[in-house]
């Protein structure tokens, strides 16, 4: 059974700093690209950053570009979303995805083959 569990969300400061950490396991988890998505009530679901399986590639949303990274380490199985520079329009429920595909196609648009319970990031001004 595939379970996916994020971890680290809170709250901070505008032009604060958070990182995101989630675990995947019932998997081979360098088998998928992984992503970070963002939903605020009412909203669609966005795509955040996708990260190839190898870690080689990563894809951004506009809005997150230079200030989020998302990266993974495939031997203790752990994918990471370093957010600097926050603004209250982060604020949002954050999930973890396990992507169907080795690959990205951009940051959003790439199928979920998992997903995780969601972690609240909270940005105060």
């Known amino acids: 059974q595939v379970q996916v569990m994020e971890s680290g969300g809170g709250l901070v400061q505008a032009g604060g700093s958070l990182t995101l950490s989630c675990t995947a396991s019932?998997?081979?988890?360098?088998?998928?690209?992984m992503g970070w998505f963002r939903q605020v009530p009412g909203q669609e679901r966005e795509g955040v950053a996708c990260?190839?399986?190898?870690?080689?590639?990563?894809a951004y949303a506009d809005s997150v570009e230079g200030r989020f990274t998302i990266s993974r380490d495939n031997v203790k199985k752990i994918l990471y979303l370093q957010m600097n520079n926050l603004q209250v329009e982060d604020t949002a429920t954050y999930y973890c995805?396990?992507?169907?595909?080795?690959?990205?196609?951009?940051?959003?648009?790439?199928?979920?083959?998992?997903w995780g319970q969601g972690t609240q990031v909270t940005v105060a001004a």
């Open positions: 019932g998997l081979t988890f360098d088998n998928y690209a």
């Open positions: 990260i190839f399986w190898n870690g080689g590639n990563k």
């Open positions: 995805a396990v992507q169907m595909y080795r690959y990205c196609s951009g940051a959003s648009g790439n199928p979920v083959k998992n």
